[in-house]
């Protein structure tokens, strides 16, 4: 009988997006499951490590969150890999950790998958020495691990061959986002940190600019915190005669849902974002999405004239087509089935399937040692 593959993930932390994938892995036969994370839960505090469903281990060393990134340096991941002898090994980023952990599969003559949330279009203003950081390892990986087509290409770039390539979604829970949408929703909904590259007081000049169009007050929600409130509640007061905004605050995987809900359009005008998952939780809500082309979803998931619009961050365009899809009920449905649809195959099993296929491969692969 062949014993289980050994695997341990090395990643940031346990994102509500990516633990429900976890677990599947760690349930899949065959496959024995350990995470270590750089840090504790900070994304959706009510997640309870003794609940993920796999066996879960967490470093020290300072972890620090930046507006775009985040850094974690802690060489403990060594001895960590040591004790627990895996058979595979998977990083999910670049940063001194993750290289660690490279490294001591490298060393130890353990396949590595490499697996990026990033793509070619978040990663294109990369310096030379990051870029030469990826090439050297993806050169030496045995799978690979993307988010998106977008994360393929990136892959691509760098020479990696097709057949090596998997996809393991960013995804949300579908279902628990099919609320039914109520009689009299908010016009738009904001969901995401309050910085500079989301673009919040964007979306607060495009509910402006739809409320003189429509000739009345439009109402936007909020859903999140960052720097960049007090600035957002100022402005809000000075357009208060056209928009009625409403500042929600952080709201919990438990109450995300409703927020969805209670609005009719979602505005997503990050300037920079390799996926947005908030993009998901919109159409599993049936909600018409308005994206930037610098998002990931933007073509992918958000599919322009299909289930949303993909407009270059101009106030006049996304006014131009929130005013059609607010003023055209027989479009908004469509739109708003289309949402539904299109976000069906980005599903947790979906994702965990593209992860386990890769790791067989990685294990199968050349680079496998024979067993110790």
């Known amino acids: 009988m062949n014993a289980d593959i050994k695997t341990v993930i090395v990643t940031n932390v346990p994102a509500p997006y990516r633990v429900p994938v976890w677990r599947r892995v760690a349930e899949t036969k065959g496959i024995n499951l350990d995470l270590i994370f750089c840090a504790s839960q900070h994304i959706d505090t009510s997640l309870n490590a003794s609940n993920y469903g796999f066996n879960n281990h967490f470093l020290s060393g300072r972890y620090k969150i930046m507006e775009r990134r985040f850094m974690h340096s802690d060489i403990g991941v060594w001895t960590l890999l040591n004790q627990l002898q895996p058979d595979v090994v998977i990083t999910t980023g670049y940063i001194p950790t ?17 697996m990026s949330d990033g793509t070619a279009n978040s990663e ?25 087509e977008g994360s393929s290409d990136l892959f691509r770039q760098y020479g990696v061959a097709e057949h090596q390539i998997h996809k393991a979604y960013l995804c949300a829970d579908n279902e628990r986002f099919s609320c039914p949408v109520p009689a009299a929703p908010i016009d738009f909904v904001f969901c995401g940190r309050f910085v500079a590259h989301k673009r919040p007081l964007f979306a607060m000049q495009v509910a402006r600019e739809v409320a003189v169009r429509l000739g009345r007050r439009t109402s936007i929600d909020f859903v999140g915190s960052g720097i960049m409130e007090t600035e957002m509640r100022a402005y809000a007061d000075e357009i208060a005669e056209f928009v009625d905004c409403r500042f929600l605050g952080y709201a919990s995987q438990s109450v995300l849902p409703q927020r969805y809900a209670d609005a009719k359009l979602f505005l997503f005008p990050s300037e920079w974002d390799p996926w947005g998952v908030v993009a998901n939780e919109a159409c599993a809500s049936g909600l018409p999405i308005i994206v930037s082309p610098y998002a990931g979803v933007a073509g992918e998931l958000v599919v322009d004239g299909k289930n ?35 976000v069906a195959e980005y599903s947790f099993e979906n994702s965990a399937l593209g992860l386990t296929d890769a790791i067989r491969q990685a294990y199968d692969s050349e680079k496998r040692t024979d067993p110790k």
Do not use: M
């Open 308 to 342: 949303g619009y993909v407009r270059e961050l101009d106030v006049k365009q996304w006014a131009e087509v929130s005013v059609k899809l607010l003023t055209d009920e027989a479009l908004y449905k469509s739109y708003s089935q289309n949402s539904r649809e299109q």
């Open 124 to 148: 294109k203003s990369l310096s030379f020495l990051h870029r030469w950081v990826r090439r050297f390892v993806l050169s030496r990986s045995a799978a690979f691990v993307g988010a998106c």
């Open 98 to 114: 993750f290289l660690f952990a490279f490294f001591w599969a490298l060393t130890h003559g353990v396949p590595h998958v490499a």
